[in-house]
């Protein structure tokens, strides 16, 4: 077994090869003067158990096409089986047409990837479940709420914690939360979305007076959803809000956005490579996935059981 990382987030590659005991395999992922993108492998991976470590976060073009290279090279190179491990997949957003004339791009990266030669996926928190349909090849899509609710109880225990899900969408991913905590309540804000990017926030379904709410989404993008479920949230009388989100995307001004918002901690994995402004950011705090998996990528290996990790 080998691993081998693009480089879309080295300290995330570098955490799982850590934890796992073995280094990363020696390659150049590297550009030409045009930003054409070129691979080599400068050491022997024939008959190996290859995993590959690639976030497609942004810039997303580029970080697909890092990956669907590093698969070619590897299948070339008779490696005797590929797994493209994607903490972060993206286009996972456009898993349907949402009216006519429009892409299921989530759809069309996941044949690039079987294309490219890949045997098998390993991912983290799917936007939505069905996309594993989208993959001819066995996927594995691993859970973020088992690391979050470790992190909720060892630091907010001794509070009345409401469970949040910032949409009717996400209702099952927060009942799934807290269940993890002891069966905790549960409260859904009500939202309509105007247009892409911009959300409403109508009314808070459950009570949340005086309770510590806890939202729980898959990805914080423009961060435009939470940053409006907390402030309707604290107007409904929540003694304070904390957001557990997989994947903070965080793209154009979402750092400031949190940063003036009643948020009180934003917690994020480190699914994706975190930007400067998020690091320094005090409300934004990052949680390791690399033992979630390095475990996971250790059982696929053995051929033993991977979803064992969530009972």
Known sequence: MKLMTGNSNLPLAKGIAEYMGLPLTDASVRRFADNEI????????????????????????????????????????????????LPYFGYARQDRKPGPRTPISAKLVANLITEAGADRVLTVDLHAGQIQGFFDI????????PVMSADILSRHADKNITVVSPDVGGVVRARALAKRLEDAPLAIVDKRR?????????????????RFC?????????????????????????S????????????????NRVNASSLRKLVITDSILASDAANDSEKI???????????????????????????
């Open 38 to 85: 070129f691979v080599e492998i400068h050491e022997n991976v024939r008959g190996e158990d290859m995993f590959v470590i690639q976030s497609t976060s942004h810039p997303a073009n580029d970080n697909l096409m890092e990956l669907l290279i590093m698969i070619d090279a590897l299948r070339r190179a008779s490696a005797k089986r590929i797994t493209a491990v």
């Open 194 to 210: 105007e247009k892409a990017g911009v959300s409403e926030v109508m009314n808070i379904i459950g009570d949340v007076k005086d």
């Open 285 to 311: 705090r990052q949680l390791p996935i690399a033992p979630l998996l390095g475990e996971a990528i250790k059982r696929i290996a053995d051929e033993s059981s991977v979803s064992s990790l969530f009972d």
């Open 138 to 145: 066995p996927t594995d899509n691993l859970y973020g709420a």
């Open 240 to 255: 304070d809000v904390v957001a557990y989100i997989t994947h903070g995307v965080l793209s154009g001004e979402a750092v």
């Open 214 to 238: 806890i939202l729980i989404d898959d990805i914080a993008d423009s961060a435009g959803t939470l940053c409006n479920a907390a402030d309707a949230l604290k107007a409904a009388g929540a």
